[in-house]
């Protein structure tokens, strides 16, 4: 049986240990102090409620904090709330640590950054192949630690290099099946997509958008690295236009924020691999906590569309 | 080297057998008959025009017939043309048939039914199972030999029946990185898919849309014949249902044609893996022929972009 | 004057009986429970909330129930509220019925029969005529029970049936302006157009949508019975693929839930006749409500328009 | 049998009067001289080249001339041409006069008056029905002669009253099927509301659109067009503003050139009634051309729609 | 250092005058009366709560009084909030005056009808002089009063002839810079385009829509009033119909509510400096209160957009 | 008058020099060889068949030649052709040059370079100074030779330059309205934002598109190039960065290609200065050739719009 909070529905009783997310204080109508707390572990969070909070509960309940929590899920305008019945700190020989709480890639950082080099060690095109590992190199520690995104998919720790892994094992298969395809063209655009979200979001854990992420955009940021790395390696080969119009295009469109739409053929297979795994990494996420013969919540990056499990799925 | 006629350029002699593909007389403005001759082999067509025809001329050079055409390519109003030198008709033991010049899928129609089949074997969900071996069995020999579409892509014999393996091929790698996936509802939705084109479409050889096709369409055409399979299988079971919304939200879109979006994760990827394929084959087919550091033509199809080819390639 | 629950404005005393449509318990801040009860009659329904309720009461009050309230209409955060007074149960000789409360159609379901056979009587074509016999009998019961829709429009009992029998009558007006027209093929399409909603929506009363109804949709629901209803009558005329047509197409386009585009003058005409009978039936019920000189609320079903009530109807 | 020019199709021999409705002179690649000749009656046009015509060929044959003709219909780049073989003028005797080759509304000026009369009269509310007699009196004339639009629907002589007529008798009959209808309102809109085009176009024969018509439209004209006519009236009532509401909103949004939506029921209504006959007379004008069985050509005015007239239909 | 409550922020003590914009009585859970009112000056508003608010509270707090009032500026869902700490009305010897607290333009009514009489000076063709002049006329107090619109840009005390008069000082410019620029047409246009909102909207203060507002709207207004005026001065030219359209499109397309889009080279320059002048206005009001190194709140009538001031306007 | 070939229409006699712009060999259906020439000066071009045409009329007619010709202006298919009588080239003692044959800005690029120089001299932000001479010095020849774009506007010799002193100049009067601008970072993003088209198109006369300025766009190109230019001259400042957003965001938005709209208020006045240029120069351009009273010819770049010139200008 699944047991993390997120598969927790109103009425069942919880008697385990979370981490504080989030700890706000506030003033109730009594004039009294509360906390809000957001508490999660990997599978996703709940609000919960301390009223009367004194100076000491919030000296000891804040963000990052792992506790021994008791009480009963309730509604609250039509959002779970945990009814704290009984709340303490977790202790040294409680054996639990922040990190357990965190939801992250289903591979290790190891084992992703094992797996990326392969990929790039398959590569022949050497001017694909140096630029390529030009940015494993220089970005590796945040590449194996960042999200993809802020939400929707691959939200968790080492995401982006989890999502990149995906993507570059759909690609080795269409490879197998259009042999046309250029397989360095394609992984090394795989690679690279989305290293411009390095700078574009503000850091690996509890992401926000940065001032260039706004202005500039991950797109534009990669464009001028690529061009920047090229010069630093010398390269001046018509693969390092070819590789920033990948990058510059694989949103899809203006509208979605590339200047370029695809007009590579690698370029089109980036932009519908990306879109095939950010589908259905988030499905997973959300499918994942539906029962069979019913429709999931509203999914708002996939067009506002509620999805059916279908019942004989049961079985 | 290749050779056939749709790699010719302007200025280039033919000399070798072509079908004839389309005959049309009309009159010169010098008041003499004439023929508008559509020759083509299995990788294009070109125009040609027999000036001064005479009677027996008309007679003898009609559609389906193997020629033996000598000439020059020319261009007119931007299009080419094939000047004709000297014509006349194969003749037997010139050891050239008809069918030799129809484009037709890489696999042969045995190959393409021992695939499909093993697909079916597979599958383990006895109700999809045994509708799709109904449609299978039912629509065997023209789902051999049909287009996938009129123009576009997988327009050529068996086309529709390679369509569908080629996807099938990229849903078995999928349920592998996506073990979530309900393998047997997927294949079935691409099996079944476009089976309704066998009525929307008049046959398998130069095919236009029937009345039928126009007004009610493949898509709600097979979703009609999965009741009806069901019912005729004595099958009530919800797998039925969910396989209609498969095929009626293929198109992933009302303006695309689905009266329902896809609201099921296998069919979500249904529409998707359709594109990929539908797109692959396209540009294939449009950028062999395109030499590196070319632009193609404009793919309507495809938002009408022009594809680069890079010049890298070109090694 | 106009005495129902739906025409009462803050401040107005009530003191007349009311059904229950929806009865909810919760608990207050202070720790006891409440009732949240939804009252309504033929005009309209109103919240009220029975504060410190007892068990006895929870029983006592519930759904389809009828009561006697005297009360005072307030406003809370921009909706009206009926703050309760006193409350009791209607007993046997306060002569009122649950039926009494509900909104309904004009016509008796006996007329609705009557005019619908009529118009059936008056077709010429006996493979439509069938068809359209063949529905009526089948679905006789829910055809003239069901309301046309969730919202918006003939959300009453019988509205489905007083919806097509309004239609009806807009289309011999139309035929006697354009003798063109089919008349048997659009009083066909009128009459069987919706009928897919007795298996897209749950029930005659308080309605929901089906898990066939959001998957498969009324649209393709009934081009499906259309079929089968032609099979078991054993006609195999065309004039069975245009009424499919007629019943695909009546959405207008795809971006409304349609898979074809109306391509048959009939088609075209039974689309218009639907909107006129919707939207005069929607404006019917909104501006009713509305004094002369004054703006309606916005009518999200009408492009969110809010209309106006010319002073100059006042006398 | 129809026999109007209209309906002749290729390999038909031609033998009777038509009106020349342009000639152009030009020259050949011969150097001499012929005339391009758009030949038509009340069905339709066809073009004809006069060859080698001499100056007293081109002084004879001018537009508005009626002519003799013997001719076969051929095809010319997929348009009909009727290739002359003989030509004469048609001569007093013949007993053809020009205006039988124009066509024209079903309904004599005089009938059509006599209706708007009576619609006039039925009107209760005097400040309506004195405006809306105010523009018949001033515009009787035009209003009688002028077509509807430049082509699409109603584009013959009278066809802009003729569409008045028609659309308020459908007016009435929606009326007697919805009473909450302003009667009056409706019927001075419907009778005002493209009294503006006599000013859009330049005139009641082969229209184009006048420097005002293309800069003001006939939307913005009218409006200004009530409210001096209120004033001359003396007329201060609201019922002015509604029914400039009225012209101003009937295109039915800020797209289709009207500067607010309707937001009165009966704007509304007008808006759909307008659509309705336009509609039903742009098609009664193509499928009454097409053969049971047959699909139309595209309408463009219809979303480039090609109908499809039902086999059935041929009984 | 600015001091206007508008740039008040969490925390910040508040001690001195107000203007009461609006007072709402309501009634408190526990029973009380209290007064919700918004206070201002000509930097923005705040609301503020007065609990236990006696009758004689009620009366003496109302819209248009000044007050004295100390109190800290706290958060309230999301929204700035001033608590009351102590209040009483302004006295006379306090030596405040309500219009020293509503925002206004930074010209005062005379130097704008200084400056729009020398541009109307500077015209040299009399039709477009006469007529404009002739609005100036007639409408002086209210154009020298009115805000140029409800909200977003030149929401205040003579914004309409600011906006005005700084369209003008662009178009001068302008027509510097292309002297093809036909200036009296320009200028008429610009000083005319929105003198139908003394019409839309219901007063100089604290504007909403009329009806008239809604159903005709202030473009088709004017456009009247413009022909109207024509003929009270006995101008029959063409300017007027020129004029016309300037006003008709200035909105710039259908969607945007002008019934015909710019088609007269001046009509294209009055929107565009229509836009100009408008975001200017709008951007300089937003990022007045932008610190730099931050982004805006989203400002909803420019696409939604969040601007950032640059950090290195620092120093 | 005004006598460039661009402003003759059908009829007039043309006796004067032209340059050969373009001239293509064909064969006529005579067996013959004609030129097919382009023919053209500072003010259009017109195009012109040399019929029977030698080889030396091959050798000694091509591009970049100046030619004496006699001939008629005439109208095929719609567009005006010259029909040559008599032909030369032009010889040494004509005093003829190619270069006075060619459309150039109106001002020289000395005085383009000189006005240049003073506003970069006027900006006191030396980081926004010294990066936007970098790019004056380092593409100087270049930057005062190219045109702004292919089509449309300001397509003629040195038209980037002075498109973009024209926009300098706006800014300059936009800066003493609104005192608010930073004049500084408005001036860099004028002089800057096109130099991308540098390496966009193929050249300062005749340009296309390079393969760079297909795949990557002169918008992320020159993204790239500030970059770059910052890192060389060693400027680390929030400068570059906005520098960037403003090249990125100055088409406004993603489907006009920049993949970020405005967020910065310089930004936003940037991309409505430069649509205001490009219009005012695109109208200049086609009414020049209007005669007061008509409508030009549709206008593709924008809208597809016919402009009208008043009547009354003709005065």
């Given at each position: 049986?699944?047991?993390?909070i997120g598969y927790f529905q109103v009425g069942d009783k919880f008697d385990s240990y979370l981490l504080i997310k989030q700890a706000d204080k506030a003033v109730a109508s009594n004039g009294k102090a509360f906390l809000t707390?957001?508490?999660g572990d990997d599978t996703g969070d709940i609000?919960?409620?301390?009223?009367?909070?004194?100076?000491?509960?919030?000296q000891r309940y804040q963000?990052?904090?792992?506790?021994?929590?008791q009480g009963e899920v309730n509604a609250f305008r039509g959002r779970l709330q945990l009814k704290i019945q009984a709340i303490r700190l977790a202790e040294p020989n409680d054996g639990v640590h922040p990190h357990d709480f965190v939801k992250r890639a289903p591979l290790t950082k190891e084992q992703l950054l094992e797996e990326l080099t392969s990929f790039i060690f398959e590569m022949e095109n050497p001017n694909l192949q140096r630029i390529t590992r030009y940015f494993l190199s220089n970005y590796q520690e945040d590449l194996l630690a960042f999200p993809a995104a802020v939400r929707n998919h691959h939200e968790f720790v080492s995401g982006l290099a989890f999502h990149v892994v995906s993507m570059l094992r759909i690609a080795r298969e269409l490879k197998n099946l259009y042999p046309e395809?250029?397989?360095?063209?394609l992984y090394a655009g795989i690679i690279l997509h989305d290293i411009g979200k390095l700078r574009e979001l503000s850091g690996a854990s509890n992401p926000s958008y940065t001032i260039e992420g706004k202005l500039i955009g991950h797109i534009s940021i990669m464009s001028d690295?690529?061009?920047k790395a090229a010069r630093e390696l010398k390269i001046e080969a018509e693969e390092v236009m070819v590789l920033q119009h990948m990058i510059l295009s694989h949103h899809g469109k203006g509208e979605w924020?590339?200047?370029k739409p695809p007009l590579v053929r690698e370029a089109e297979l980036l932009h519908i691999i990306d879109l095939i795994d950010a589908k259905m990494n988030t499905l997973q996420r959300v499918m994942d906590k539906v029962a069979p013969g019913d429709f999931s919540e509203r999914i708002f990056s996939m067009e506002n569309r509620s999805f059916?499990?279908?019942?004989?799925?049961?079985?």
């Open positions: 049986m699944k047991k993390g707390l957001i508490l609000e919960a409620k301390l009223w009367d909070a004194s100076p000491a509960d919030e963000a990052d904090q792992v506790i021994k929590v395809i250029n397989k360095d063209l690295e690529i061009a924020g590339s200047p059916y499990k279908p019942a004989f799925e049961r079985e």
